[in-house]
């Protein structure tokens, strides 16, 4: 079998052989009657790592996330959140129908919402009006940029004097936290509940997590029972969380480092314009020679005989997404498919 780089996501990893090797080797039980010891583990680590009373194994990130919206918010209630977010922009409008809620956007720049526009939308229930009950932030956001502190504090302190509660789709924020230089449990602190991958980017074949207080985890129990995400011996996965958690998450920073590499040389490249303030593993940039599907099909089969994996690229916009997979040498090979591609394109 042709073995590909693929940069269409960091949720394309493969398991490492250690992961492997937990995984064949775990101690498992019925999660579902908590007796899952290498569940209970993955969850004891997941809220140690992020500040919080306890945590809960779940399939993805957007069922942690709808899981969120589902145990906080009663239904017809209001969402306050950016609407460039995952949560609105690839969860499928699962919001609508698990939690039954209604999401108030706010323009927000790579994920930065203004504190003041949050506090202006936030409404009381009335014959005209839902109440807003919960508020959604992003960090890492998907535009590969990440929130700085001081505004998520900002955030937090409107939403404690309303008491709103605050969720954070994190689902990167291993990323975002070496990004910022600080601690995960420094971004998780500024939520109430935080939903983070480990198949984003840290090489676990499945699942999210999800946590918060023992109360919020309790009742979200009972709920993911509701959505279906009871998964019985789901040690078998949660032990390649453990790995992920204890031994990728403190080299994210050499993803990010290869990505500013292949920003430089793309830069170099005429007809490209790369995004700039890219602060993640992910590079977007725009190719000017690109007008039309056919060509953009055409780029995407050039890469794929040269044994790399792109995702389409939309109106000439691409995203390449560096992860444990793309090392110094498969990125020199993908710099060099680079020119060689996008400057024949250009002639």
């Not at 209001?78 to 698990?98: F, P, T, Y």
Request: proline share 3%; glycine share 8%; charged share 20%.
């Amino acid at each position: 079998m042709t073995s590909f780089l693929d940069l269409r996501s960091d949720t394309v990893t493969k398991p490492t052989d250690a992961m492997r090797q937990a995984m064949a080797q775990a101690d498992v039980g019925d999660d579902v009657y908590s007796d899952d010891p290498t569940v209970n583990k993955l969850e004891a680590l997941s809220a140690q790592m992020l500040g919080k009373e306890s945590a809960l194994f779940v399939p993805s990130g957007t069922f942690g996330n709808q899981l969120a919206l589902f145990t906080w918010c009663p239904r017809g209630s209001e969402v306050i959140l950016g609407e460039e977010c995952h949560i609105i922009q690839h969860e499928a409008g699962s919001a609508a129908i698990i939690a039954g809620v209604q999401l108030r956007q706010i323009s927000a720049p790579d994920g930065v919402i203004p504190p003041l526009e949050i506090k202006k939308r936030i409404r009381r229930a009335s014959l005209q009006s839902p109440a807003t009950t919960l508020v959604c932030l992003e960090n890492a956001h998907s535009s590969g940029k990440v929130v700085p502190l001081d505004v998520m504090r900002n955030i937090r302190t409107v939403c404690r004097d309303q008491n709103i509660p605050v969720h954070l789709d994190g689902a990167r924020i291993f990323n975002a936290s070496a990004a910022l230089s600080c601690k995960a449990s420094e971004i998780a602190e500024q939520a109430d509940s935080v939903m983070f991958c480990i198949s984003k980017g840290l090489c676990a074949p499945v699942g999210s997590v999800l946590a918060g207080t023992k109360d919020f985890i309790d009742a979200a129990r009972l709920k993911r029972k509701i959505m279906g995400g009871g998964l019985r011996q789901a040690g078998i996965l949660a032990a390649a969380g453990i790995v992920a958690l204890n031994e990728m998450t403190s080299r994210l920073e050499c993803d990010h480092k290869r990505a500013r590499t292949l920003e430089a040389a793309l830069a170099k490249i005429k007809g490209i314009t790369v995004q700039q303030g890219g602060a993640i593993n992910m590079v977007f940039f725009k190719y000017a020679s690109v007008s039309n599907e056919d060509q953009v099909k055409h780029i995407t089969n050039e890469f794929k005989k040269r044994g790399i994996i792109i995702s389409d690229g939309s109106n000439g916009e691409f995203r390449f997404v560096i992860h444990y997979w793309i090392g110094d040498e498969e990125l020199a090979q993908v710099i060099k498919a680079c020119s060689v591609i996008f400057e024949k394109q250009a002639e």
